[in-house]
């Protein structure tokens, strides 16, 4: 067979196999060969300063030596084993000590896996079916989670509008939609529904953050009316800080998902709570009624809890969240000075380790003010900068500890030129 060596023949070959000729996560239109450090390189040998990092796990940037080492002294000694494995446990207590809602926690392979199991955990747990969920608010895959996600049309809350064919109507009768940072919506469906499960929230709702006080009115919300308050903390798990976005903004949610970093680049996801609430997984302590069946093949999988050990063990050294937000800072501040130079109104929405712009003059508060007022300026923004070997997805940015001054400089340049590409003079 000859072999394809540049990059439109890859993406031929992609569509006549895949799906709108790609994995349904990212742009087909290239094809990443490696990654090094913070830079990718595509098949045509493009070179890329990378704030996609895998859409969020690789912090320490790709084939970090150390995490790399840890892998390669693990892979001779066995790849999986559908069995408890000793690399597996002491991830498991790393987890447990730095998160604090976890008193234990259960493995499973992606985030979406995670908040289906959170979901289903928190209905065995109290016994009620209905789930609170935030319009905008990600949480995977599941039927649960693809309720207004991401919906065209505006309707009355709490109706959920789902995202994907396929899903019975059976499922958007058992989950209740509210505006994120709207305490008073919250309270009056706590108030009008008695069989709420859970609120499941993103902390930091894909980039929109919190109002100050939004995260601890619904965990007080939740302990007045009986309901189990979940955080998603797929994206926001030791990148906030060590200890998430329980540690940033001090809320302890009753049950949390973790993903993305604690694999270090290899699938792997988790969700942890209190034993009490963890022992629905235990037959033997709550009977047949109760147990939640939960099984997988790579749960726990030794290589990527050897590289998630590694990684968290590098983070949690003196200084790497001074370092990465620092970064964060200083990658918001170039693309304001930019913008602001040829006048063009911006907000830059999130945290300074996860964030990007809105190109409005209006606030970013919840899912139908984050936007912007002239989308085809934030596309023709985001295609300057993949010219300009910047990496990212249209709506996010990821800094990672990987960025080097270089990268930075590379970086302003890019922004710079980016900004004059959507100038209005």
């Known amino acids: 067979m000859q072999k394809l060596t540049t990059q439109s023949e890859w993406i031929a070959r992609a569509q006549s196999v895949l799906p709108a000729g790609g994995f349904g996560n990212f742009d087909p239109g290239i094809v990443i060969a490696r990654g090094e450090g913070s830079r990718v390189w595509d098949e045509d040998g493009n070179e890329y300063v990378d704030y996609l990092i895998g859409s969020g796990p690789m912090l320490l940037g790709h084939g970090h030596p150390e995490v790399m080492e840890a892998v390669l002294e693990q892979l001779p000694k066995g790849m999986t084993f559908f069995a408890n494995n000793a690399k597996g446990i002491a991830l498991a207590e790393a987890i447990v000590e730095a998160v604090p809602c976890c008193e234990q926690v259960r493995f499973v392979a992606s985030g979406g896996e995670a908040d289906m199991y959170a979901i289903r955990l928190a ?10 969920k935030f319009e905008g608010g990600y949480h995977g895959m599941s039927a649960e989670a693809q309720m207004s996600l991401a919906p065209e049309r505006r309707v009355n809350f709490p109706q959920a509008v789902p995202d994907s064919a396929g899903i019975p109507q059976s499922v958007a009768d058992q989950m209740l939609i509210a505006p994120f940072n709207d305490l008073a919506a919250v309270e009056a469906l706590l108030i009008e529904h008695n069989d709420i499960a859970a609120i499941i929230a993103e902390p930091l709702q894909r980039i929109i953050p919190a109002a100050p006080g939004f995260l601890q009115g619904l965990r007080n919300l939740c302990d007045k009316h009986g309901v189990l308050l979940i955080f998603d903390e797929i994206v926001t ?57 939960q099984l997988g093949t790579l749960s726990g999988n030794p290589i990527a809890a050897a590289a998630g050990l590694k990684t968290m063990e590098i983070l949690k050294r003196d200084g790497s969240y001074d370092s990465l937000r620092d970064i964060g800072r200083r990658l918001q501040e170039m693309q304001s000075s930019a913008l602001d130079a040829v006048e063009i109104p911006h907000k830059i929405c999130g945290d300074e380790t996860l964030f990007d712009i809105f190109f409005t003059t209006g606030a970013c508060r919840d899912y139908r003010t984050a936007k912007h007022d002239d989308p085809a300026r934030n596309a023709t923004y985001n295609k300057a900068l993949r010219q300009h070997g910047i990496f990212k997805s249209p709506g996010k940015l990821y800094p990672s500890l990987a960025i080097t001054a270089e990268d930075l400089e590379k970086t302003k340049f890019a922004v710079e030129q980016a900004a004059k590409s959507i100038s209005p003079t």
């Open 237 to 293: 798990g030791f990148r906030l800080a060590y200890g998430g976005a329980q540690e940033r903004y001090g809320v302890t949610p009753d049950i949390c998902t973790l993903g993305k970093i604690i694999g270090g680049g290899f699938p792997l996801a988790a969700l942890g709570a209190s034993a009490e609430i963890m022992q629905h997984f235990d037959k033997s302590i709550v009977g047949g009624d109760k147990w939640l069946m």
């Open 123 to 132: 209905r065995a747990y109290t016994g009620r079916n209905k789930i609170l």
